[in-house]
């Protein structure tokens, strides 16, 4: 049968996993602490909050700090920490290898072990039942902060109303790297069956028919929940310039 090909995946179809997780995170401390902000919370306050953890780094709260911001600090936290550790489980796993087919080649370790990507599923799904926790510290937080007499009950409500408003999209992320996660497994399960090359030409070669079509089809569809997370990543951004237009300066 003569060689068929499919180009390898170009660079723009790689999922920057980090800064659309980060966004998501930090959409929802800017809409509950907009829905809470007064007298005791500034602009500045709230914009270091959201830059820290847009970044990816701690919310770094002190006893100097805003009550709202160590309560957005406990919750906030504990979700990049646990994003961060989904995201290199995801690297160490060969995600991504096998999603951009970035220097594969028959002889690439990851063909040998597609079940890390798999296993990726169902971690997927567990971090996105975790939201509550998240909830809950915020709560436990809030309730020091007012049995301190820092913090009123609407203002923690407000901030908890805003923070499980996120709740639906922080579970479609997880569901959509769930969805991933099995179709790049069933993809490098076909590029492990070793029926192709990689020509001079940096392009996927090939020799069978079925594989090829089996390959497109996943191909298609992992564009497809890229394209969904980069509308949701776009959402965010969107949102947390609205929110923050709305917080005192």
């Excluded at 809409?31 to 953890?53: F, H, I, K, W």
């Excluded at 805003?162 to 569901?175: I, K, L, P, V, Y």
């Excluded at 192709?196 to 298609?220: C, G, M, P, R, Y």
Aim: with cysteine; proline share 3%; aromatic share 6%.
């Amino acid at each position: 049968m003569a060689a068929l090909r499919l180009p390898v995946m170009p660079e723009q179809g790689k999922v920057r996993s980090q800064s659309r997780n980060r966004t998501v995170v930090a959409l929802a401390i800017v809409s509950c602490l907009a829905s809470a902000s007064g007298a005791r919370v500034t602009g500045m306050s709230l914009q270091q909050a959201l830059s820290a953890a847009a970044a990816g780094q701690e919310i770094r709260a002190d006893a100097n700090s805003e009550p709202l911001v160590r309560v957005a600090a406990a919750s906030t936290n504990l979700v990049l920490a646990e994003t961060n550790g989904f995201t290199q489980e995801m690297g160490a796993s060969g995600f991504k290898q096998i999603l951009t087919t970035e220097k594969l080649t028959p002889k690439s370790p990851v063909l040998d072990h597609c079940d890390r990507i798999a296993a990726l599923g169902p971690r997927a799904t567990a971090w996105g039942k975790r939201y509550p926790a998240y909830i809950a510290a915020a709560r436990k937080q809030g309730e020091i902060e007012m049995g301190q007499h820092r913090l009123t009950s609407a203002e923690l409500a407000g901030f908890v109303e805003g923070f499980a408003g996120q709740q639906s999209g922080f579970e479609r992320m997880t569901q959509i790297y769930g969805a991933m996660a099995s179709d790049d497994a069933t993809l490098c399960e076909i590029f492990a069956r070793r029926r192709w090359e990689v020509t001079s030409a940096n392009v996927i070669q090939f020799t069978n028919e079925e594989d090829k079509q089996q390959a497109l089809s996943l191909f298609a569809k992992l564009q497809q929940r890229i394209d969904e997370m980069a509308a949701l990543h776009k959402g965010a951004q969107a949102q947390v310039k609205k929110d923050l237009s709305s917080l005192p300066q």
